[in-house]
């Protein structure tokens, strides 16, 4: 059975840092893994992924602050977010290239 268990979200204010992970049981994160949010009300939205050949993609309005890694050896995939903005509260999901998603983690920016 395919399960990926997500952890690390929470509560931080602006300019702080959280870094979430992602663990997979029944597959990997090798071929690719990705990191999506979805606020209430609006569509899950793509914030980065990282392919085989580890090249990554970040949306505009993260490039620079996040950073997607994963360590095969662990099947786990990671989200360093960095200089965090109330307007990246919302709930984070990963996913991988079977089609399977996280939990979900809330991830909450606020003053």
């Known amino acids: 059975q395919v399960q990926l268990v997500e952890s690390g979200g929470g509560f931080v204010s602006p300019g702080g840092s959280l870094r979430l992970s992602c663990a997979a049981s029944?597959?990997?994160?090798?071929?690719?893994a990705a990191w999506y949010r979805q606020a209430p009300g609006k569509q899950r939205e793509k914030v980065a992924h990282?392919?085989?050949?580890?090249?990554?993609y970040y949306e505009d309005s993260v490039k620079g602050r996040f950073t997607i890694s994963r360590d095969n050896a662990v099947n786990t995939v990671y989200l360093q977010m960095n200089s965090l903005k109330p307007e990246d509260t919302d709930v984070y999901y990963c996913?991988?290239?079977?089609?399977?998603w996280g939990q979900g983690n809330q991830v909450t920016v606020s003053s």
């Open positions: 029944g597959t990997s994160f090798r071929q690719y």
């Open positions: 990282i392919a085989d050949t580890n090249i990554t």
């Open positions: 996913f991988e290239a079977g089609g399977v």
